[in-house]
């Protein structure tokens, strides 16, 4: 077999290895696309008569239960509204993105309109003065400018 034979039987194993991970890497990244479209697809309970199905409805997770005055799904406080904040805040972006924002009246109000000229939020109707009323009363602005002080700190002597 000549050097050049040898060359190109190489360069065909190459080529294969080559396509053969591209083809791996596909199958992997669609496989793994459908999973985070859709995990249930993946799901395999249910598949023989004696297999366990696990429930995941609602009632069963204590899905809206409130411990202690808190909406333990989302980390709201209980009040006036919560569900309706809940239904129409935590479809797009998480609770905490609106437990760290203190705010008055007006300013929820230019951000639920900010969000809704740039974020494609929908029209709230009369939803949008129950989910002002809430954020208000449950999280408005703080007057402290710094820090609250540190307390109840175990220090430690530094020795020279």
Known sequence: MSKQDKFRQQ???????IVVSFVLVLIIGVLGITYMMDPS???FKGDTPNSEVISTT???????????????RTGFK???GLMTVVNNCTNCHSAQLV???????ERWIETIRWMQKTQNLWD???NEKIIVNYL?????PKSKGRREALTNIEWFPLEE
Do not use: C
């Open 99 to 105: 437990i760290q924002n203190r705010m008055s009246e």
């Open 11 to 17: 360069v065909k194993s190459f080529y294969n290895v």
């Open 78 to 80: 209980d009040g006036e």
């Open 136 to 140: 208000v009363t449950n999280y408005p």
């Open 58 to 72: 609602r009632e069963d997770d204590d899905w809206d239960k409130i411990e202690n005055g808190i909406h333990l």
């Open 124 to 126: 709230l109707g009369p």
């Open 41 to 43: 697809a993946f799901s």
